[in-house]
């Protein structure tokens, strides 16, 4: 079961701000990132936990951002086809890392079954603006240490949702597998946003207020940080905040009908 995500305001969350490339030469992600987190605040992972939005142009991205129209009231595409955890280490944002269960699980890594898909990959993997044009970067008010403790935890043990599971039936809809369905329509999210979502609930966090932790996405984490201030004020005292770039978009329009005579 799966129901489209409520949006709790119409209004947009003036914390999360437009923050375009610099024109001066083509910016790479990781400069645009270390501009973000300047914008929305000093780095403080002492007080907050760091989200990254991407969304790709390739055919896996396309096939990921239409999917999650399932969840729009619109049913347009989404904007995203990546949710990762920004790990910055106290050298500074230069030498971070990304959290991440990447659906094609990379050689060279340990058995996948015993870390329930967690990966550590450099941030440097997806600074090519070109591949990945859009970019979100969410600060969460939880103490960067917490989500890591419980990834920790999410990675040794496969319940309560094996992040396989969902990496396989997500891989079998990338790839058009026979028969396979969307998973959205069989109440299974992207197994990254899965992850962060189930840390951040066992840190007493709602990060997809309305959705189940089973059923996250990244439509459904950008949907809480532009629409659910009055949740989070209300509940936690405090709003996420950060800033976006969306340089693509799928050239989709909805021409009004004329009135028959």
């Excluded at 390739?58 to 009231?73: G, I, Y």
């Excluded at 993997?125 to 990945?132: F, G, L």
């Excluded at 800033?243 to 799928?250: G, L």
Aim: charged share 20%.
């Amino acid at each position: 079961m799966y129901s489209r995500i409520n949006i709790a305001s119409t209004a947009k969350s003036p914390s999360m701000e437009p923050l375009p490339r610099s024109k001066k030469a083509k910016e790479k992600n990781t400069d645009w990132c270390a501009r973000a987190v300047e914008k929305s605040g000093a780095i403080n992972t002492r007080e907050w936990t760091y989200v990254l939005l991407l969304g790709g142009t390739d055919v896996m991205s396309f096939r990921l951002r239409v999917a999650q129209s399932q969840l729009r009231a619109d049913l347009l595409p989404s904007f995203w086809s990546e949710s990762l955890l920004l790990n910055i280490p106290p050298s500074g944002i230069g030498n971070a890392k990304v959290i991440h269960v990447p659906l094609m699980q990379p050689a060279g890594e340990t058995f996948a079954a015993s870390r329930n898909g967690v990966v550590e990959t450099p941030l440097s993997a997806y600074a090519d603006a070109e591949t990945w044009p859009n970019i979100a970067l969410i600060a969460l008010p939880v103490p960067q240490k917490n989500i890591l403790n419980m990834i920790k935890r999410f990675k040794e043990s496969r319940s309560p949702i094996d992040a396989l599971e969902h990496s396989l039936r997500w891989l079998a809809f990338a790839w058009g597998v026979s028969r396979s369905a969307n998973p959205i329509l069989e109440g299974m999210g992207l197994p990254s946003a899965c992850m962060l979502d189930t840390a951040f609930s066992a840190a007493r966090f709602d990060l997809t207020p309305g959705v189940e932790a089973s059923l996250s996405c990244p439509e459904a984490i950008w949907s809480a940080a532009m629409r659910w201030n009055s949740f989070y004020e209300k509940n936690h005292g405090t709003v996420p905040k950060g800033c976006f770039v969306i340089d693509h978009k799928y050239g989709i329009t909805e021409q009004p009908r004329r009135a028959s005579r």
